[in-house]
T-cell receptor, first 113, second 118 residues
Framework: DAKTTQPPSMDCAEGRAANLPCNHSTISGNEYVYWYRQIHSQGPQYIIHGLKNNETNEMASLIITEDRKSSTLILPHATLRDTAVYYCIVSKGPSNSGYALNFGKGTSLLVTP | GAVVSQHPSRVICKSGTSVKIECRSLDFQATTMFWYRQFPKQSLMLMATSNEGSKATYEQGVEKDKFLINHASLTLSTLTVTSAHPEDSSFYIC??????????????FGPGTRLTVT
């Protein structure tokens, strides 16, 4: 799996958009970008994933650059409950059920009042 | 939908005893389940991959005789920490991946089990 690089920490004011960057310059053509988050002492929570098109769901938006070497997770209106460690993971796609997710160090997002 | 449960949520045991942790996919069938371990202030580390009805595949450095994994059905996998020692104290997390074509096939995580060995 391709390696990812994320800033170790970020701050965001409550109600503002949180934009979390991720570099994955060695991503291969059949690898997806996944985002998970982990709130303290809980299991990781799935947020969103994409291959090359931008994706949006009820939690977030995922913007993937045209060359697929980087992406940005956007939380449109951050709340205090969004304080967590956010992991950007590159992995084989949904049809490959045998692939585990390799977690890096992630970005610790602190949402402040 | 796509809920994974773990039991127990926390357990304290004495050194030398064995502890079993259960991981269940509640509303979907999982052909593959994964076990991770997380030490304080560190990221999740994959321990092993288990497929229903076959032997688990362990990551390098993980002792298969110490961490016994059984994936007896499409909704249940168990991790048994045998002869636990204080250095095995950690946060153990399982995840399950749905059968292709069901529930989007993303990987869903359990809430984790906090193991403390005294």
């Amino acid at each position: 799996d391709a390696k990812t690089t994320q800033p170790p920490s970020m701050d965001c004011a409550e109600g503002r958009a949180a934009n979390l960057p991720c570099n994955h310059s060695t991503i291969s053509g059949n690898e997806y970008v996944y985002w998970y988050r982990q709130i303290h002492s809980q299991g990781p929570q799935y947020i969103i994933h994409g291959l090359k098109n931008n994706e949006t769901n009820e939690m977030a938006s995922l913007i993937i650059t045209e060359d697929r070497k980087s992406s940005t997770l956007i939380l449109p209106h951050a709340t205090l409950r969004d304080t967590a460690v956010y992991y950007c993971i590159v992995s084989k796609g949904p049809s490959n059920s045998g692939y585990a997710l390799n977690f890096g160090k992630g970005t610790s997002l602190l949402v402040t009042p | 939908g796509a809920v994974v449960s773990q039991h127990p949520s926390r357990v304290i045991c004495k050194s030398g005893t064995s502890v079993k942790i259960e991981c269940r996919s509640l509303d979907f069938q999982a052909t593959t389940m994964f076990w991770y371990r997380q030490f304080p202030k560190q990221s999740l580390m994959l321990m092993a991959t288990s497929n229903e009805g076959s032997k688990a595949t362990y990551e390098q450095g993980v002792e298969k005789d110490k961490f016994l994994i059984n994936h007896a059905s499409l909704t249940l996998s168990t991790l048994t920490v045998t002869s636990a020692h204080p250095e095995d104290s950690s946060f153990y997390i399982c995840s399950a991946r749905a059968i292709p074509g069901l529930v989007g096939n993303e990987q869903y995580f359990g809430p984790g089990t906090r193991l403390t060995v005294t």
